[in-house]
């Protein structure tokens, strides 16, 4: 079982839904990742959040400290938005961020 | 563009043989973080370095190595490779000492162990 976990692991939706991609972790963090990785490889931080939520034009990133939950909402969805979006923690006194396997979203026009 | 650059983006060797990885951090950045991305394991901690010194080590093997230089770039070093060393290897710069700080990543590179 992998210490991060994210669901669902693949997704596909049609342009203009609302995405929420889910990611829990087991322990304690100092901080939480929302990256993003394009079909050509190349990752993209979105968000760094260690409470509360953050926005960043249709991208929204909320977390839940007491819950160790975290999710990430795409609202009116668009095709560019296809990519795999990945959560990563940081663990309280550890030195070593810990990723998810990654959530694969594709939207069809 | 983040600002972190990689070189090569793309590597081709056999078994056995050695292979380094460079990095560039963004302007300004004094920390380097080494990532390595394989199908089977997906994203993986290596190494972070921290104004030329070691800060954290994660799964890194013994048959690699990593340096931080004085001009802050870093090289990742990969010794007697093995077909399940294929992978891509990012690296990743921020301002900051603390890894709870915000990171960028580089383009990668992809390296394939035939």
């Known amino acids: 079982k992998n210490e991060v976990e994210q669901s669902p692991q693949n997704l596909t939706a049609q342009e203009g839904e609302f995405i929420t991609i889910n990611c829990s972790y087991s322990v304690g963090i100092s901080a939480l990742h929302w990256l993003q990785q394009h079909p050509g490889g190349g990752i993209v931080s979105l968000f760094m959040l260690s409470s509360g939520k953050k926005k960043h034009g249709r991208l929204i990133a909320t977390i839940n400290i007491q819950e160790k939950h975290s999710s990430l909402h795409i609202t009116a969805s668009h095709p560019r938005d296809s990519a795999v979006y990945i959560c990563?923690?940081?663990?309280?006194?550890?030195?070593?961020?810990?990723f998810g396997q990654g959530t694969r979203l594709t939207i069809n026009p | 563009d983040s600002g972190v650059t990689q070189t090569p983006k793309h590597l081709i060797t056999a078994t056995g043989q050695r292979v380094t990885l460079r990095c560039s951090p963004r302007?300004?950045?004094?920390?380097v973080y080494w990532y390595q991305q394989s199908l089977d394991q997906g994203l993986q901690f290596l190494i972070q370095y921290y104004n030329g010194e070691e800060r954290a080590k994660g799964n890194i093997l013994e048959r690699f190595s990593a340096q931080q230089f004085p001009d802050l770039h870093s090289e990742l070093n990969l010794s007697s490779l093995e077909l399940g060393d294929s992978a891509l290897y990012f690296c990743?710069?921020?301002?900051?000492?603390?890894?709870?700080?915000?990171?960028?990543f580089g383009p990668g590179t992809r390296l394939t162990v035939l």
């Open positions: 302007s300004g950045d004094l920390s």
């Open positions: 990743a710069s921020s301002g900051q000492q603390n890894r709870a700080a915000e990171q960028f």
């Open positions: 990563a923690v940081r663990y309280q006194g550890a030195q070593k961020l810990v």
